[in-house]
């Protein structure tokens, strides 16, 4: 499995140099092969592209791996478009030039010495030289990125690590029912867990309220005024803030999934599918408002490669009346609350009764077998509230080759 880290960068100048030159490149290869199939109707191939741009950027200070890295970036573009001349009704071909473009530097540019990772530019230039003093492995691949919303280039650090796999082979499930006040609700046939979204969707509220009182303020400046960029700079340092605490709680809680997954030996996770929940909403503006701030994709996600990277199962289950469906006696009930509470006597957590009858759905296959298929009592819903520094996995599977000097 790959993972990227991000590293800061001290030397921008040297950083936004080679951006632009990685540039040039780019525009120069995107200039000749649309000239060549204008003029001779014909598509110049990778390697002799690659043969040009050696000539054409011999004087550039660049790594010589680095420039092929820019001709492969385009012909891996171009590929695409080829691969969707057959489904696309009108696919055009990667035409547009770069002033700056991302720069790539692969294995025989990359050293690692006493903590420094130095990144050649070619015999005689300067190197690009970074601090990680836990670094212990060299990457496989580095690029420098421009990072838009806070306007540094930083580093990407491609590695390959191998995750703890499971060592056990079951058919135990655990479903999740998906919610916009608890982000998460699970069940593995015995305990149910509650993944508290307070702290989720405050900061999503703080956002909110924040962006709308710079707007209305920016909405009554002169655009590009200097008022009016103070303004927008504040807005992206919140949207940034916002969006690295948002997060930060997404991966506490996806990671202490998977831990727990691991210690209780399951194998397969079944999510609830909401797909296409937010097509035709007409439910006034706070209710569109919240399902369209969702981040359920970025939850699904997160499950995913983290599942797939410890050899756990990962499938969907249409999640229909999954919610209002007594897991007793059949009888369906919507309830006004967060408590469920039938007419037979049954009362439990009505996001819990979700995630019960999503792993029932899966396992039996419908809802509407009335038969007891749960193993004894049901024990109380347990509830994870996120704290900054105090969630810790029930039991280590996340390997990490950096120490806590790198950002994953």
């Given at each position: 499995?790959?993972?990227?880290?991000?590293?800061?960068?001290?030397?921008?100048?040297?950083?936004?140099?080679?951006?632009?030159?990685?540039?040039r490149i780019y525009s120069k290869t995107v200039s000749t092969i649309f000239k060549l199939k204008k003029n001779k109707d014909m598509w110049l191939s990778?390697?002799?592209?690659?043969?040009?741009?050696?000539?054409?950027?011999?004087?550039?200070?660049?790594?010589?791996?680095?420039?092929?890295?820019?001709?492969?970036?385009?012909?891996?573009?171009?590929?695409?478009?080829?691969?969707?001349?057959?489904?696309?009704?009108?696919?055009?071909?990667?035409?547009?030039?770069?002033?700056?473009?991302?720069?790539?530097?692969?294995?025989?540019?990359?050293?690692?010495?006493?903590?420094?990772?130095?990144?050649?530019?070619?015999?005689?230039?300067?190197?690009?030289?970074?601090?990680?003093?836990?670094?212990?492995?060299?990457?496989?691949?580095?690029?420098?990125?421009?990072?838009?919303?806070?306007?540094?280039?930083?580093?990407?650090?491609?590695?390959?690590?191998?995750?703890?796999?499971?060592?056990?082979?079951?058919?135990?499930?655990?479903?999740?029912?998906?919610?916009?006040?608890?982000?998460?609700?699970?069940?593995?046939?015995?305990?149910?867990?509650?993944?508290?979204?307070?702290?989720?969707?405050?900061?999503?509220?703080?956002?909110?309220?924040?962006?709308?009182?710079?707007?209305?303020?920016?909405?009554?400046?002169?655009?590009?005024?200097?008022?009016?960029?103070?303004?927008?700079?504040?807005?992206?340092?919140?949207?940034?803030?916002?969006?690295?605490?948002?997060?930060?709680?997404?991966?506490?809680?996806?990671?202490?999934?998977?831990?727990?997954?691991?210690?209780?030996?399951?194998?397969?996770?079944?999510?609830?599918?909401?797909?296409?929940?937010?097509?035709?909403?007409?439910?006034?503006?706070?209710?569109?408002?919240?399902?369209?701030?969702?981040?359920?994709?970025?939850?699904?996600?997160?499950?995913?490669?983290?599942?797939?990277?410890?050899?756990?199962?990962?499938?969907?289950?249409?999640?229909?009346?999954?919610?209002?469906?007594?897991?007793?006696?059949?009888?369906?009930?919507?309830?006004?609350?967060r408590n469920y509470i039938c007419k037979c006597g049954f009362s439990f957590h009505r996001d819990s009764i979700g995630a019960i009858n999503i792993l029932?759905?899966?396992?039996?296959?419908?809802?509407?077998?009335?038969?007891?298929?749960?193993?004894?009592?049901?024990?109380?819903?347990?509830?994870?509230?996120?704290?900054?520094?105090?969630?810790?996995?029930?039991?280590?599977?996340?390997?990490?080759?950096?120490?806590?000097?790198i950002s994953a």
């Amino acid at each position: 499995m790959n993972k990227t880290y991000i590293l800061p960068i001290e030397q921008q100048n040297l950083a936004h140099r080679l951006s632009r030159l990685s540039g040039r490149i780019y525009s120069k290869t995107v200039s000749t092969i649309f000239k060549l199939k204008k003029n001779k109707d014909m598509w110049l191939s990778k390697n002799d592209m690659e043969k040009l741009i050696k000539l054409y950027a011999s004087e550039f200070s660049m790594h010589s791996q680095s420039k092929q890295g820019v001709v492969q970036q385009y012909y891996t573009n171009l590929k695409s478009f080829f691969k969707s001349m057959d489904k696309a009704d009108n696919p055009k071909p990667p035409y547009r030039t770069r002033k700056f473009n991302k720069v790539i530097y692969k294995k025989s540019a990359i050293r690692l010495k006493n903590g420094i990772l130095k990144l050649s530019n070619g015999r005689g230039t300067t190197p690009l030289k970074i601090k990680a003093k836990s670094l212990n492995q060299k990457p496989k691949y580095v690029e420098i990125i421009y990072h838009h919303r806070e306007q540094v280039y930083k580093l990407h650090i491609v590695v390959k690590i191998e995750n703890k796999q499971i060592d056990y082979d079951n058919d135990k499930t655990l479903a999740i029912d998906l919610g916009q006040i608890h982000p998460m609700v699970t069940f593995d046939g015995k305990q149910s867990l509650i993944y508290n979204g307070g702290k989720l969707n405050s900061f999503i509220r703080f956002r909110n309220k924040e962006l709308a009182k710079l707007q209305t303020k920016m909405s009554r400046c002169k655009k590009y005024s200097n008022l009016w960029n103070k303004l927008n700079r504040a807005k992206k340092k919140l949207m940034l803030k916002s969006r690295n605490k948002i997060m930060d709680v997404l991966q506490k809680y996806t990671s202490h999934l998977i831990s727990y997954c691991i210690k209780n030996k399951v194998s397969t996770i079944v999510i609830g599918d909401i797909k296409g929940i937010r097509e035709n909403i007409s439910f006034g503006a706070k209710t569109n408002q919240k399902l369209h701030q969702w981040v359920y994709k970025r939850l699904t996600d997160m499950i995913e490669y983290k599942a797939k990277s410890v050899g756990i199962k990962v499938d969907y289950q249409e999640e229909s009346y999954t919610s209002q469906t007594c897991c007793q006696c059949g009888n369906r009930h919507k309830p006004t609350n967060r408590n469920y509470i039938c007419k037979c006597g049954f009362s439990f957590h009505r996001d819990s009764i979700g995630a019960i009858n999503i792993l029932k759905k899966y396992t039996i296959g419908t809802l509407e077998d009335k038969t007891d298929w749960l193993e004894g009592e049901l024990t109380s819903s347990y509830g994870i509230r996120y704290k900054s520094n105090s969630i810790s996995c029930q039991t280590e599977w996340n390997i990490r080759p950096f120490g806590r000097d790198i950002s994953a």
